[in-house]
């Protein structure tokens, strides 16, 4: 009988150390409000430096995983790799700014201001237009999945948004008149894709080719496993550090 597949305990419980991250942080925020208030201006066109380099060591990772000669074989089995591309490309960006419209115009108007309905409608276009990629290795493996068939989805799905990520999201944000600067936009494809992209790519090649592919994949990958994790969490903790003083239960618990 083959081995259950299941989830590793940390992994498994992650809903619950994101919940005292958040907590963390927000009380980090509000007792520190000053420095963290500074921190959050160490910006480079609007992309919160300290931020950047916590995802991309969350990103990293992941790219290390990434192998473009997968690509080669994706006219033996296109079904998935179609299914997958309309999903992210062609529905999931627009309902995802629909659903946020909605809700952040509409439903609850009269409870957002609406300069901040308008921030919290940019994040969802810009996370909604981002496809994900750590869950997908994840499900992949809990399913049974076929993982070189993923590994090509998830390299498909990277090249296309150093193409098509900036032109969907900056056509989003001016239907719905959200101001984001183009520069802003194409920094965080350079920091948060294309960098971390190249940096896996060279590493993988450099290390496969000196140590073979069964020790990267089975020696070295796994001792970056926590890294993502890691920098998730703290990733967390920073960013709602920079907002611990504006939450008002912050304040009522505190007094």
């Not at 089995?77 to 992210?88: A, Q, S, Y």
């Not at 809990?142 to 498909?156: K, R």
């Not at 959200?178 to 060279?202: H, N, Q």
């Amino acid at each position: 009988m083959p081995n259950k597949k299941q989830i590793d305990f940390f992994e498994k419980y992650l809903s619950l150390w994101v919940a005292l991250c958040i907590a963390g942080g927000v009380f980090i925020g509000y007792i520190a409000g000053d420095a963290m208030k500074v921190m959050s201006t160490w910006e480079i066109y609007q992309v919160n430096i300290p931020i950047a380099i916590l995802i991309w060591l969350m990103i990293y990772p992941m790219m290390l995983q990434i192998d473009f000669t997968s690509i080669k074989k994706i006219g033996k089995r296109p079904k998935g790799i179609v299914l997958t591309l309309v999903m992210n490309w062609l529905i999931k960006p627009f309902t995802m700014a629909f659903f946020a419209w909605i809700f952040f115009t509409k439903i609850f108007a009269a409870f957002i201001d609406p300069a901040l309905a308008g921030e919290y409608i940019a994040g969802a276009i810009i996370l909604g237009a981002a496809p994900c990629t750590a869950m997908v290795f994840v499900w992949s493996y809990l399913t049974d999945g076929d993982p070189n068939y993923t590994l090509m989805q998830v390299s498909v799905n990277d090249l296309i948004i150093l193409i098509a990520y900036v032109p969907i999201v900056g056509l989003l944000l001016g239907i719905t008149d959200v101001v984001v600067p183009y520069e802003t936009l194409i920094l965080s494809i350079l920091i948060y894709v294309v960098v971390p992209l190249v940096a896996g790519i060279l590493t993988s090649n450099l290390l496969v080719k000196k140590h073979g592919k069964d020790w990267f994949q089975s020696d070295f990958l796994p001792k970056f496993k926590p890294l993502s994790v890691i920098a998730l969490l703290l990733t967390l903790i920073l960013l709602f550090a920079f907002q611990g003083e504006n939450i008002p239960i912050i304040r009522s618990l505190l007094y």
